[in-house]
């Protein structure tokens, strides 16, 4: 159960999710035009719109842990690169 939590919990997942959402929401609220170069928005407000509020809201809840990870990553690479000067 435990592996199942860290899974869930994971910012990876949950920026993959948040992307996936952010995606495909968008692609329905925005069609593109191709032979006019214009971006044409739909004006019935659907589900569609929600997933993409909720999206957006998703993928900046998940920022600073990826931030977190990647100072993390960081300083194990310094203290690394100190260890085998040393």
Do not use: C, Q, W
């Amino acid at each position: 159960m435990n592996f199942i939590t860290a899974v869930l919990k994971s910012p990876l997942l949950n920026l993959l999710g948040g992307l996936t959402l952010i995606s495909t929401s968008g692609y329905e609220i925005f069609e593109v035009v191709e032979e006019l170069g214009k971006i044409v928005i739909n004006p019935n407000i659907g589900a569609a719109h929600g997933v993409f509020v909720f999206s957006i809201i998703h993928l900046l809840k998940v920022i600073p842990e990826v931030i977190d990870g990647f100072e993390d990553l960081n300083e194990a690479k310094k203290s690394s690169l100190e260890k085998s000067r040393s």
